[in-house]
C-alpha cells in the first residue's frame, strides 16, 4: 500500500467537511466489501471512459474510507490512496450533485492543498458522488486536470452516468455477495 506523505504540511491546516451521516455512510461503505480489492476490468473501463469523455489526463474512481480516499480504478496516477485530508472527493460526497473546481489555485478551500501548490500541480477538478440506493455517498468518479478548464453540458451528463453506472455495479456486486452468503449458510444448516 502506497500512501503519500507530506511532511511539511500540518494536516489539521485543512476543514475536511464530515457528512452528518459518517457512522452509516462508513457502514454502507464496508457493506460494500470493495475496499482494498483487486483491479477489475469493468471499473478500469469506466474510469477510461471517464477521461476521455472529459478530455482529462486523469480519472479516479474513489471511495472515502474513515481517514483515507482509496482508488478503486485510476488513469493518470500511480498512488492507490491518500489521507482523506487532502481529498478534493471529501467535499464531493457532501452534495449529491456534481461537484466543479474551475482553477484551484482561485478557489479558498484548496488554494493551500499540496497537490495544488507542489507537484502534481492540480487545477481542475469535476467529481460525480457515488450514492447507494439508501443516500449514501460512498466516493467520486471523478476526473481531474493540471490546467483550468470548465465541462460541457453534454460532459457533465456524462460524468454524471457514468457514476451511476458505477453504482449499478457496485450494486450488483452486493447482491451476489449476499445471495452467495445466503446459499452457503443454507446448505450448512441442512
Given at each position: 500500500?502506497?500512501?503519500?506523505?507530506?511532511?511539511?504540511?500540518?494536516?489539521?491546516?485543512?476543514?475536511?467537511?464530515?457528512?452528518?451521516?459518517?457512522?452509516?455512510?462508513?457502514?454502507?461503505?464496508?457493506?460494500?466489501?470493495?475496499?482494498?480489492?483487486?483491479?477489475?476490468?469493468?471499473?478500469?473501463?469506466?474510469?477510461?471512459?471517464?477521461?476521455?469523455?472529459?478530455?482529462?489526463?486523469?480519472?479516479?474512481l474513489v471511495l472515502i474510507d474513515q481517514d483515507r480516499?482509496?482508488?478503486?480504478?485510476?488513469?493518470?496516477?500511480?498512488?492507490?490512496?491518500?489521507?482523506?485530508?487532502?481529498?478534493?472527493?471529501?467535499?464531493?460526497?457532501?452534495?449529491?450533485?456534481?461537484?466543479?473546481?474551475?482553477?484551484?489555485?482561485?478557489?479558498?478551500?484548496?488554494?493551500?492543498?499540496?497537490?495544488?501548490?507542489?507537484?502534481?500541480?492540480?487545477?481542475?477538478?469535476?467529481?460525480?458522488?457515488?450514492?447507494?440506493?439508501?443516500?449514501?455517498?460512498?466516493?467520486?468518479?471523478?476526473?481531474?486536470?493540471?490546467?483550468?478548464?470548465?465541462?460541457?453540458?453534454?460532459?457533465?451528463m456524462d460524468l454524471l452516468a457514468l457514476s451511476r453506472?458505477?453504482?449499478?455495479?457496485?450494486?450488483?456486486?452486493?447482491?451476489?455477495?449476499?445471495?452467495?452468503?445466503?446459499?452457503?449458510?443454507?446448505?450448512?444448516?441442512?
Amino acid at each position: 500500500m502506497k500512501l503519500l506523505q507530506v511532511a511539511w504540511i500540518k494536516q489539521t491546516a485543512y476543514k475536511i467537511p464530515i457528512p452528518r451521516d459518517e457512522t452509516q455512510r462508513l457502514a454502507a461503505l464496508h457493506r460494500y466489501d470493495i475496499l482494498d480489492t483487486a483491479p477489475e476490468k469493468t471499473f478500469d473501463s469506466i474510469t477510461v471512459l471517464a477521461s476521455h469523455v472529459c478530455q482529462t489526463p486523469i480519472a479516479l474512481l474513489v471511495l472515502i474510507d474513515q481517514d483515507r480516499q482509496w482508488f478503486k480504478a485510476k488513469v493518470g496516477v500511480r498512488l492507490k490512496e491518500t489521507l482523506r485530508a487532502f481529498a478534493f472527493c471529501a467535499h464531493t460526497i457532501m452534495q449529491r450533485a456534481l461537484f466543479i473546481i474551475p482553477d484551484a489555485t482561485q478557489d479558498k478551500r484548496f488554494a493551500l492543498n499540496p497537490f495544488v501548490v507542489s507537484g502534481p500541480h492540480y487545477r481542475f477538478y469535476a467529481g460525480a458522488p457515488l450514492v447507494t440506493p439508501d443516500n449514501r455517498a460512498l466516493g467520486t468518479l471523478c476526473v481531474i486536470d493540471k490546467m483550468r478548464r470548465t465541462l460541457t453540458i453534454d460532459q457533465k451528463m456524462d460524468l454524471l452516468a457514468l457514476s451511476r453506472l458505477v453504482m449499478t455495479e457496485l450494486e450488483l456486486r452486493r447482491s451476489l455477495g449476499e445471495e452467495r452468503w445466503v446459499k452457503k449458510a443454507i446448505h450448512r444448516h441442512r
